[in-house]
């Protein structure tokens, strides 16, 4: 059976827009979008969910510690689960937080890492080779609640999508612009609501289907 791994942050784990600071709840299995792409690929298809909330592409959080860094969790992702055949990466919108001070550019610079991990003969070898589909997240929108963490990641997220097209033209993989398909809920302006995370399901899945 062909199996997926998700790897993101707080929308590939499903989290819904954010209400209150502090928080935690999570959409069920039959909302958060890998679970949607899995039912859309079909029965044969298995799913690994790798999204953890507050995830960067390349940072240890000051505040939530260095668990976020995505480089070594890719590593561990990708050591725990397999043989794999798709792997999607949909990260960068935390990379944009306003302690981070980063550029659009910097930002692209760490899915990069990632993808050099992803790409590496040590786990492509591992895996009897998969595929990747790299995801630019929607850009965010500086409202709501968690506004404060976001100052200024408006506009450095609106740069990404054709910085993460040229990367991906450049390594060969998939591309997906999700802010082609939905957009952030206006609620907190970086989480997706119900029926963004149906559609980027659906859209996935479909890119996902011209791959394998």
């Known amino acids: 059976m062909p199996i997926l791994l998700t790897f993101g942050?707080?929308?590939t784990h499903g989290t819904p827009p954010i209400l209150n600071r502090g928080e935690y709840r999570r959409?069920?299995?039959?909302?958060?979008w890998p679970k949607i792409a899995q039912a859309a690929l079909g029965d044969d298809w298995e799913l690994a969910e790798e999204g953890l909330p507050g995830r960067t592409a390349q940072f240890d959080d000051p505040v939530m510690g260095a668990i976020m860094n995505g480089r070594p969790?890719?590593?561990?992702?990708l050591q725990s689960h397999g043989p794999i055949d798709v792997l999607t990466i949909m990260l960068g919108t935390n990379d944009v937080k306003t302690r981070f001070a980063t550029t659009p550019e910097q930002v692209v610079a760490g899915i990069a890492g990632l993808l050099d991990v992803a790409m590496s003969l040590e786990y492509q070898d591992r895996h009897g080779g998969f595929r990747i589909l790299l995801i630019?997240?929607?850009?965010?929108?500086?409202?709501?609640?968690?506004?404060?963490e976001f100052w200024g990641g408006a506009a450095r997220s609106q740069a990404l999508a054709p910085l993460y097209a040229d990367l991906a033209r450049s390594r060969g993989i998939g591309f997906m612009d999700a802010g082609q398909v939905i957009s952030v809920?206006?609620?907190?302006?970086?989480?997706?609501?119900?029926t963004a995370h149906a559609a980027l399901g659906?859209?996935?899945?479909?890119?996902?289907?011209t791959m394998v």
């Open 9 to 11: 942050d707080s929308n």
């Open 185 to 194: 809920s206006p609620i907190d302006g970086v989480h997706f609501d119900e």
């Open 73 to 77: 969790a890719l590593r561990m992702a």
């Open 136 to 148: 630019c997240p929607p850009p965010v929108v500086e409202t709501g609640p968690i506004r404060v």
């Open 27 to 32: 959409f069920d299995q039959k909302t958060r």
């Open 202 to 209: 659906r859209a996935v899945a479909e890119k996902v289907r």
